[in-house]
């Protein structure tokens, strides 16, 4: 198959299931909060955008979804420094598709997608060696996510093993300047996050490809020469987990210049791969198979996650539950020609704010036990009853 070909496919089958992904999501509290409350690049992201294409879940999300596809064809350009076949770069492009926490990226609103579009399109400035753009684009950074003084970190690391003073002086700048705007707290006593980081990890990539992740780094630490990727990778790992050792870290500030690594564990895979002969590939083959299979399974499990609800007797329990019910809500209560509510759950009022159900008027919402009352709006998913609330009419 033509690469080209075979690239425009994996992004039109990926927008596919993002945009069935979006038809699935309500607006969370959290991202609720973004909307309205924060003055952030973020909230200013998603105030653009839905002043375009109208306050609806598509709209709010389509900036993320579009910062992806950026993302997968600027992974597939940084492959080729990497990858020397076009079905390996492929393969990167594909793992990077699957990967559990890129998924989640593209469809939220969180800085991870921001920040990973960002941390690729700087290694592949640098990578084609185009030192006046990247040197523009690191300053900006700081405007966009607090987050990006891990990378400035990073970068001086790297200034540091390669001799590139450049580097080194400007991120070494850059890094002091973050720390002045928005600080870096390191504090508190050892309290053992250092496992729950590894666990974090572990959901970003999923178990067994973290693990060889981590295989990975090492080997490259130990025999190979290390690359911008690496360097970045490597001293994020190194941070968040010394960090650990003291207080809990935010996954989403240090996973982004994690995953930028994809390229690396396809070359040390299939670099061992394809030195051994035919009948000593097993081993690898099983490896693939079993790594591959769980990528497929977190995929379709995250999309088709609403299905879980039928095993689960406590809904709310549900991983996603907090992405539910308030588009639904929000219908039925149109529905009923009902505009404004007042509603005892003040996140689930915000969540409605985004629908168009004001605070206030003559109703009240409140949750109610019974699924099958008649004056009961119920919210079900694949026929089954999730959540019921009473609509009362109030006296004035």
């Not at 490597?234 to 690594?261: G, K, N, Y």
Request: glycine fraction near 2%.
């Amino acid at each position: 198959m033509n690469v080209k070909l075979a690239l425009a496919l994996i992004l039109l089958v990926d927008l596919a299931f993002l945009l069935f992904g979006v038809h699935t999501l309500s607006i969370s509290y959290k991202e609720a909060t973004i909307f309205f409350d924060e003055r952030s690049f973020l909230h200013y992201l998603v105030q653009f955008s839905t002043q375009i294409f109208g306050q609806n879940d598509y709209a709010l999300r389509a900036p993320f979804i579009l910062l992806h596809l950026l993302s997968i064809i600027l992974m597939y350009q940084i492959s080729k420094f990497y990858l020397k076949r076009d079905e390996d770069r492929l393969l990167s492009v594909l793992v990077f598709v699957l990967l559990p926490g890129i998924v989640s990226s593209a469809l939220l609103v969180n800085s991870a997608s921001v920040v990973i579009f960002f941390t690729l399109l700087f290694i592949y400035l640098f990578l084609r060696k185009k030192e006046n753009l990247y040197a523009l684009l690191l300053p900006l950074l700081l405007l966009v996510d607090n987050s990006f003084i891990i990378l400035y970190l990073a970068l001086v690391a790297y200034g540091l093993y390669a001799k590139n003073r450049f580097i080194m002086i400007l991120a070494s700048l850059l890094f002091l300047v973050g720390l002045y705007m928005y600080g870096f707290t390191v504090g508190g006593k050892p309290r053992g996050y250092f496992l729950d980081t590894f666990a974090a990890y572990s959901l970003v990539f999923s178990p067994l490809l973290f693990l060889y992740f981590f295989y990975t780094m090492y080997r490259i630490l130990v025999r190979e020469k290390k690359s911008m990727s690496w360097v970045i990778s490597f001293s994020t790992l190194m941070i968040s987990i010394l960090l650990s050792f003291r207080q809990r870290i935010m996954i989403e500030d240090f996973a982004p210049f994690v995953v930028v690594s994809v390229p690396l564990m396809v070359q040390v895979f299939v670099k061992s791969y394809r030195m051994r002969l035919p009948e000593l590939r097993r081993m690898h083959n099983v490896t693939f198979i079993i790594i591959f299979s769980f990528l497929l399974i977190n995929f379709y499990a995250t999309y088709f996650n609403q299905y879980f609800y039928r095993f689960l007797e406590n809904p709310k329990k549900h991983f996603a539950y907090k992405y539910h019910i308030a588009y639904e809500l929000a219908e039925k209560l149109h529905a009923l020609d009902i505009h404004a509510i007042n509603c005892n759950d003040k996140q689930m009022q915000k969540r409605l704010k985004f629908y168009k159900i004001q605070e206030g008027g003559n109703y009240k919402l409140e949750e109610h036990d019974t699924y099958h009352d008649k004056d009961s709006v119920t919210i079900s998913y694949m026929s089954h009853p999730i959540i019921s609330y009473n609509v009362t009419k109030i006296n004035k």
